[in-house]
């Protein structure tokens, strides 16, 4: 059952508030170490971490090779990394070798935009909610939860954004202001939305992983 908007946005006023009050202003504000990192999925058994580029072992394969020439099984665990959608992970690997990783992250572009709903709610359900260091001030915890309580009231799943090249100082306001303009969208808004999202989460996790950064 929906939340009404009303409710919700004077709820989100609130704690936005209390936020306000704790957190000196932006223009100001030093970091304190990392706050709200991007999407990360957790750990998972059996995940196969697509390797970086070996040092001083001239032949060794790099990892769009190691991806492009692995055994199916092997690659289609290292895509759930990215995304937690089989028929993603599918069709990525089944379409190997890919040429260069231009082709690669077209290639998951489109795989994402073939999702069906119900394969988007496969992906969104293995998705976390971002997590705040634990020095992080109490004010910015009760904003950051009510906020995604209100999202997931409305919507029936988690919030999702792509945090990619967003200062690390700047991530808890844009996650907030981002609920905030989200809770206003229409269902079929928001599912377009979302989507659109995991495409650049799972562009951006695959991109890392194959420039060597793990997964």
Not at 157 to 167: E, N, T
Not at 178 to 197: C, F, K, M, Y
Request: hydrophobic share 40%.
């Amino acid at each position: 059952m929906g939340v009404p908007i009303g409710h919700v946005s004077d709820s989100l006023d609130n704690v936005t508030s209390q936020l306000s009050q704790h957190l000196p202003p932006t223009r100001t504000r030093r970091p304190r170490g990392p706050t709200l990192p991007a999407h990360r999925l957790p750990d998972l058994p059996g995940r196969v971490a697509i390797p970086g580029q070996s040092r001083g072992a001239p032949g060794s394969p790099s990892p769009l090779e190691w991806f492009n020439t692995a055994p199916e099984p092997d690659a289609e665990r290292a895509l759930l990394a990215c995304l937690r959608s089989r028929r993603w992970a599918l069709l990525l690997a089944g379409h190997r070798p890919y040429p260069d990783m231009a082709s690669l992250l077209a290639a998951s572009d489109e795989a994402t935009y073939d999702l069906s709903p119900e394969e988007i709610a496969e992906a969104l359900a293995a998705e976390p909610l971002p997590s705040l260091p634990e020095d992080t001030y109490t004010a910015a915890h009760t904003a950051l939860n009510a906020a995604h309580a209100a999202y997931e009231a409305k919507f029936g799943h988690v919030f999702v954004i792509c945090l990619d090249g967003v200062p690390r100082n700047e991530v808890l306001d844009r996650v907030l202001e981002n609920i905030r303009s989200r809770l206003a969208n229409d269902p079929d808004e928001e599912h377009a939305v979302t989507r659109d999202q995991l495409r650049l989460l799972a562009r951006e996790r695959l991109n890392d992983a194959v420039r060597g950064a793990g997964m």
